[in-house]
């Protein structure tokens, strides 16, 4: 008998702590999942043509901008850096994009490089 006088205030005890912590806790709490950067490893150039573009902009869980480009042959994902020439082009048109409500997918064409002029030494008079 003395057994149970011991057991029910610690029960008790018990169900009032649970019931404390059930009516505390919020509907959100405990599925809060911090936002981390996606790109841990960014390349400066893609040679291989683009089919397909994702930016994300800084936030709270990450500190730069993120551009993932999806290579056409492989369909493989790869992370291209803000700061490289590539970047910064494709990060100026997506801005561009966003505002006139363009095609994105258009930031993913390749500039045309202008043919190169030749150099040609002038030649030197003799007399």
Same mark, same amino acid.
């Given at each position: 008998m003395s057994c149970t006088v011991h057991i029910r205030p610690a029960l008790l005890a018990l169900g009032l702590c649970v019931l404390c912590?059930?009516?505390?806790?919020?509907?959100?709490? !405990?599925? #809060?999942?911090?936002?981390?950067? %996606?790109?841990? $490893?960014?390349?400066? &150039?893609?040679?291989?043509q683009l089919s397909d573009l994702e930016?994300?902009?800084?936030?709270? !869980?990450? #500190?730069?901008?993120?551009?993932? %480009?999806?290579? $056409?042959?492989?369909? &493989?994902k790869v992370c291209l850096s803000p700061d490289g020439d590539?970047?910064?082009r494709i990060l100026t048109c997506w801005h561009e994009m966003e505002k006139t409500k363009g095609d994105v997918k258009q930031c993913l064409k390749r500039r045309r490089r202008r043919p190169r002029r030749k150099h040609t030494r002038s030649k030197k008079k003799t007399l």
């Open positions: 912590t059930l009516l505390a806790a919020q509907p959100g709490d !405990g599925q #809060h999942v911090p936002v981390r950067c %996606v790109c841990h $490893k960014p390349l400066k &150039k893609v040679q291989k930016v994300y902009l800084k936030r709270p !869980g990450c #500190h730069k901008d993120e551009i993932i %480009v999806t290579v $056409k042959e492989s369909g &493989k590539q970047g910064k």
